[in-house]
Every structure is written in C-alpha cells, then in structure tokens.
C-alpha cells in the first residue's frame, strides 16, 4: 500500500498529517536545510485542550486595508507597481469542511523580484508604494481572497545560478494551533517551478501540484486584474505542503 494510503490513527481531535508527502527536513540541494534539519528522530504527542481551543482572531484585528497589497502602504491616490493579480481560495479541513475564521497572512516579494528587507541583496529596485505583506479571514464558508501585484522571481545564493519561482508565502493560524501552517503558493506554468531546489525536495507529485495556484478566468476582473485561486487544506493526509519543516502534531 503506497504511504499516502496508509491509514494513520487520530491524534487528539485531529486527523493526523501524511509526514511522507512533507519534504524532506534535511536535502542537500537546498544547502541551508543541511545545518537546520533535525538530527534526531521526531516525536509525536497528542493534543491538548489549549492546542484545539486557540486562538481566536476578530475581525477587530484587521485594518480596512489589510487584504488590499496593492494600496495598504501606498501613498495617496498611488498604487503598487505590476501586473494586478487578485489570490483567493477557499480553506478546508481533511474532510472538505471550509474552516471559519482562519487568519490568512501573505508576504511576497514586488514586482521586481526585491522584497522589503534590510537583509534583502538582490539588486532589482524597491517599489515605494508596495509594502509586501497583507492579511485577512476566512469567512463563514472558508473563503479568503486579497489583491496584489504578481511578485517576481529572484536569484538566490544557493548554487551558481539558482531563481526562486514567483511565490507567495502565507502563514495559517486555524481555529487552533494545532491547525497552524506556513506554506508557499506558486504560479501554474512557471517554468522555473521545476528547477527550484526548495521544491525538489517534494518528492510527492500530488503534494507539490496543490503547492500551485490556478489561472481562474472566472474571477479575473476586465481590464484590472487576473485572478488565481489557491485552496488550501489544514491537517490530515492532504495537508498542504508545510514550508519545508516537518512543523506540527
């Protein structure tokens, strides 16, 4: 039976992840995972009452702009620089249930490939009106959606001549921590996705598909923005890729 149909027993009041569609802690191709990656065995622990309970985010928290990259560090009457992209999805659970209330955080490089740094060393230049970083929440059925601009690929001091794909990261606190992910959402069709040595250590074909993000005509705003859709799922066998750290219960 391949490892992605093992049954695995329930932790706690969660299904448990399939950890051999996670990557891979430790690949020598991605040359900072050689000194970060565990040395030991990991260790499994069933939850507690304080990982399924918390936390709870309100609407409260969020600004009227926070979902909005293209104007939320702009100044007045400006707007980030690039190709207008609108990102939404919908966040499930293992069984397909949309999950309420989930805060969606994203940081992403600009336009240009360059994000908002002061360790950033790529040389492409900064975008004054384009901050990087935005965040939202679910609503009652899982949806999420913000507008930005398409980020751009990057050179990265890995090998001689490696390029990060266009990607965005977002960080997901469910209704519990047991529910946290941080992930990384590509573009359909980019063709530095198979050459990037962070995605070659997804060795499953379906885990890394669900890393990519779809052309979604159907949302694409005339004459303003394209929109993608990304849907992600928290816990269980069809988690979403963690970014390359075999985090969680």
Not at 51 to 57: A, H, I, S
Not at 117 to 131: I, Q, R, S, T, V
Not at 139 to 167: I, Q
Not at 182 to 198: A, K, R, S, V, W
């Amino acid at each position: 039976m391949p490892p992605d149909q093992t049954p695995s027993p329930p932790l706690g009041g969660f299904m448990a992840r399939n950890r051999a569609a996670q990557p891979a802690a430790f690949h020598p191709a991605y040359k900072t995972s050689v000194w970060r990656s565990p040395r030991a065995p990991l260790l499994s622990f069933p939850s507690s009452l304080s990982e399924e309970t918390g936390p709870v985010f309100g609407q409260s928290l969020l600004g009227p702009l926070d979902a909005d990259l293209l104007s939320n560090f702009a100044a007045p009457g400006e707007t980030a620089i690039g190709p207008r992209i609108i990102v939404h999805g919908r966040v499930v659970d293992e069984s397909g249930r949309g999950v309420p209330g989930a805060l969606v955080e994203v940081w992403q490089a600009n336009a240009g490939g360059r994000y908002r740094h002061a360790k950033e060393g790529y040389l492409a230049p900064l975008d004054p009106n384009f901050g990087g970083c935005g965040r939202c929440l679910t609503d009652a059925e899982g949806h999420y959606s913000f507008r930005t601009v398409m980020p751009g690929p990057y050179p990265w001091p890995n090998g001689g001549n490696d390029w990060r794909p266009a990607h965005i990261h977002l960080s997901l606190f469910g209704p519990s921590f047991a529910q946290r992910l941080i992930t990384q959402m590509y573009f359909e069709g980019d063709p530095l996705i198979p050459l990037c040595p962070i995605l070659g250590a997804v060795t499953d074909a379906a885990a890394l598909q669900r890393l990519v993000a779809t052309l979604d005509m159907q949302a694409t705003i005339p004459m303003d923005s394209r929109a993608f859709r990304f849907d992600i799922v928290l816990r269980g066998r069809r988690q979403s890729v963690f970014e390359n750290r075999k985090e969680g219960l």
